[in-house]
Nanobody, 116 residues
C-alpha cells in the first residue's frame, strides 16, 4: 500500500512563506510525476504545481514566481516552497503521485491559512 503524508501547513500572515512536505511510503521510482493541488472552501480542487520524474516542473498561473516545487528522491519527499503568500492561497493542500500504471495516489491534505 502506498501512502503520501503531507506536513507543513500553518497560519501565516500575508507576504509570509511556508514550505510543505510530502513523504511517500514507497520509492519515488514508482511515480512518473508528483504534484500539489489545493481546495479552498466552496471551490473545486485545482492543480498548483507538478514535477516529473525528470524534474520538469509546471505551475498554475496564479502561483508562478511565488511557489517552487522540488523533489528529493533519496528521501522520497516532494516539497512546495510558497513565498509571498496571499489570502487567496488559503486552502487545503494535497500531494499526489501518479504511478507507472496510471493510478493516482493522494495524501490526506494539510491546511494553509493566510490571514492577518
Amino acid at each position: 500500500q502506498v501512502t503520501l503524508v503531507e506536513s507543513g501547513g500553518d497560519l501565516v500572515q500575508p507576504g509570509g512563506s511556508l514550505r510543505l512536505s510530502c513523504a511517500a511510503s514507497k520509492t519515488f521510482s514508482m511515480f512518473i510525476s508528483m504534484g500539489w493541488h489545493r481546495q479552498a472552501p466552496g471551490k473545486e480542487r485545482e492543480v498548483v504545481a507538478t514535477i516529473s520524474s525528470g524534474s520538469d516542473t509546471n505551475y498554475a498561473d496564479s502561483v508562478k514566481g511565488r511557489f517552487a516545487i522540488s523533489r528529493d528522491n533519496a528521501k522520497n519527499t516532494v516539497y512546495l516552497q510558497m513565498n509571498n503568500l496571499k489570502p487567496e492561497d488559503t486552502a487545503v493542500y494535497y500531494c499526489n503521485g501518479r504511478g507507472l500504471t496510471g493510478r493516482v495516489y493522494w495524501g490526506q491534505g494539510t491546511q494553509v491559512t493566510v490571514s492577518s
